[in-house]
């Protein structure tokens, strides 16, 4: 069995204990963005659309509904505060891909990935528009992303998408000239179809952004159920709406028939001290794009508005029982080998303190990009399964609830990938396992030159493997 970049370069024991010693189990994004609150909901009512979810699913569903149609009663149920799950935690990362990746794209739907690619990279230009137009401060910047090889086999990934539009081939020299790290070998910079956001700052501005435009926001009043009439039903009150739209993503489907479509996988995060001028000019990153390398177990990093480094990914860990608990955030394994990681990319930086550390859970679906349906005679329709790269295709996800909400036919509606659905994940004990041994073989490829096991191979040839 081989070894990995960050197994031949670990940082001395030492820069690790220093660099997590005082750091806080807390999100940085939300605690630097506090919201407004918003009332419980303590009263029945009847509206138009009723919006279930206060993350940016639900809150693009809701602001946009409102542009659609300004006299629509639209009623926004968020069950603890607005953007406190994945909304406000996430790497901020704003990708055009709606798919995953390109290999992700390609595999399960080729004859419309160029259609995606298209649709992809429209969407993210009309969320930097809608940013600009309506003045969200969200710290978004339209910076491109470079993605890194740290193994030699990495770099012959990258040469094969060397001569798509927009995307640029960076050899050794030229990728340190963008970041300097020792674990660098190359580097595919993608100039349009990254952005990086404040993702608490995104949240907070489309919240406010919705209750200008008239949308009701609730929040601490959770939906417990859809009954006959789609009547919600929450703590204090009822809500009877015409049309539902569920933005619950990695929580419990209100849906049976979602209930086995996704699972919780847990993503882990590290937060620097805001960079001194030096330690930054060390590093160089002068383009401030986001980052990511291109191992299957893959790290992703992005400095803040205050050159702070966010520094996460690599574990990805599942919990028997598929339950989204506060417990599961705190693993002390993983933000040590976060760390460790971390001072392996840049020991130039040792010396530095994370002063945060969390975690969030990823509604993770079969074919890992998002998969779209209505039900209850066309009142209700949902949008799930980004598995971690929803930060602009909720925007998507969105307009597609709405059209099928409205029972219109549009270039939307008629995509494979709109239409299809993933295959649900066994019960437990088999989708623990099966979950747990793909990650183990994942982390076998990547220390074996990126080769695939055989039971890889097998969840390739049936539709369940993962590229992203």
Partial sequence: MGTTVFDRMPPDASVVRHALAGTRQAVFWTEDAPGDPYPRLTADLDCDLAVVGGGYSGLWTALLAKHENPGARVVLLEGKRIGWAASGRNGGFCEASLTHGDDNGLSRFPD???????????????????????????????NGAIDLATEPHQVKWLREYANEEGVRFLDTAAVQSEVHSPTYLAGLLRER????????????????ACAAAGVEIFEHSPVSSIGDGSILSTPLAKVRADRTALATNVFPSLLKRNRLATVPVYDYVLMTEPLTDAQLASIGWHGRQGLGDSANQFHYYRLSADNRILFGGYDAIYHFGGRVREEYENRPVTFERLASHFFTTFP?????????????????????????????????????????????????????????????????????????????????????????????????????????????????????????
């Fill in 112 to 142: 419309e990935f160029d259609q995606l690619q298209r649709l992809g990279m429209r969407n993210l230009d009309e969320i930097e528009a809608t940013v600009g137009d309506l003045g969200l401060d969200a710290d978004f910047e339209r």
């Fill in 193 to 208: 179809d990254s952005a990086l956001v404040h993702p608490a700052k995104l949240a907070r501005a489309l919240a406010r």
């Fill in 348 to 468: 130039q930086l040792a010396g530095i303190r994370f002063t945060n550390k969390w975690a969030g859970a990823i509604d993770t679906c079969s074919r890992f990009c998002a998969f779209f349906g209505s039900a209850r005679g066309g009142q209700v329709a949902y949008a799930t399964g980004y598995t971690g790269l929803g930060v602009a295709a909720t925007h998507f996800g969105a307009k597609v609830m709405l059209d099928l909400l409205s029972g219109r036919s549009t270039e939307r509606t008629e995509l494979e990938m709109v239409r299809s659905r993933p295959l649900p994940f066994p019960p437990e004990p088999a989708a623990a396992i099966g979950i747990n041994l793909t990650r183990w073989s994942l982390d076998r490829a990547d220390h074996n030159d990126g080769r695939r096991n055989l039971f890889l191979k097998t969840l390739d040839a049936v539709g369940l493997g993962f590229d992203s």
